[in-house]
């Protein structure tokens, strides 16, 4: 009978070390795990606001009475847009206006008035939007056009009229990046450079 205690206690302390051995704790989790919580290259993001330098690739003007509001036209990237010393968008990169008011010139010395607005830039094949405004005014006639009708009498202020509104090529237009841009540093395009050849 002692034997038979004996084996069962035996089996019994075998059973639980078997089940502490089973429910040892195990390693906590590495600790690297935690620098996913932030997404690698975040900082290399194209900000919303930042400005972009353009210049106009094309003349919209008034005269003629051929301008119309919804009219698009062509510009280009004056200076490069830089971040963390990557060029995002190149000097040179295509963008895209279009026009918002027009008012052509008219009696009274009315000059005319231009309206329009940056649309989109396209850079490392990819079309990013813009936002921001440009107008230009033409310059009223002849010193007061209004005093001149007062003096003489009120039909000559009729006859003079003010000059046509013109954006003339090349003229700067300041525009603003619409949207966060992430983008990877390989992929940016690189600055153009222009190897000077040997002379012969």
């Given at each position: 009978?002692?034997?038979i205690l004996?084996?069962l206690?035996?089996a019994?302390?075998s059973?639980?070390?078997?089940?502490?051995?089973?429910t040892?704790p195990?390693?906590?989790?590495?600790?690297?795990?935690s620098?996913?919580l932030r997404?690698?290259?975040?900082e290399?993001?194209l900000?919303?606001?930042?400005r972009?330098s353009?210049?106009?690739?094309?003349?919209?003007t008034?005269?003629?009475?051929?301008?119309?509001?919804?009219?698009r036209?062509?510009?280009?990237?004056?200076?490069?847009v830089e971040?963390?010393?990557?060029v995002?968008?190149p000097?040179?990169?295509p963008?895209?206006g279009?026009v918002?008011?027009?008012?052509?010139?008219?009696?009274?010395?009315?000059?005319?008035?231009?309206q329009a607005?940056p649309?989109?830039?396209?850079?490392?094949g990819r079309l990013i939007?813009l936002?921001?405004?440009?107008?230009?005014?033409?310059?009223?006639?002849?010193?007061?056009?209004?005093?001149?009708?007062?003096?003489v009498f009120?039909p000559?202020?009729f006859?003079?009229?003010?000059?046509?509104?013109v954006?003339p090529?090349g003229a700067?237009?300041s525009g603003?990046?619409?949207?966060?841009?992430?983008?990877?540093p390989?992929?940016?395009?690189?600055?153009?450079?222009?190897?000077?050849?040997?002379?012969?």
């Amino acid at each position: 009978m002692k034997a038979i205690l004996f084996a069962l206690s035996c089996a019994s302390i075998s059973l639980v070390s078997a089940a502490s051995a089973q429910t040892a704790p195990t390693a906590g989790p590495a600790t690297t795990a935690s620098a996913t919580l932030r997404p690698a290259g975040s900082e290399n993001v194209l900000r919303s606001g930042t400005r972009v330098s353009l210049k106009m690739s094309e003349m919209l003007t008034t005269k003629g009475k051929k301008l119309k509001v919804g009219q698009r036209f062509n510009m280009e990237v004056a200076e490069a847009v830089e971040v963390n010393g990557v060029v995002v968008i190149p000097v040179g990169s295509p963008a895209i206006g279009e026009v918002t008011d027009v008012r052509n010139k008219g009696m009274w010395g009315k000059s005319g008035y231009i309206q329009a607005r940056p649309l989109s830039v396209r850079a490392n094949g990819r079309l990013i939007r813009l936002t921001g405004s440009v107008d230009d005014k033409g310059v009223a006639a002849g010193g007061g056009a209004a005093a001149v009708s007062a003096v003489v009498f009120l039909p000559a202020g009729f006859f003079m009229t003010g000059t046509s509104a013109v954006i003339p090529v090349g003229a700067p237009v300041s525009g603003f990046i619409d949207e966060d841009v992430p983008f990877v540093p390989g992929e940016a395009p690189a600055p153009m450079s222009v190897t000077p050849t040997a002379s012969k």
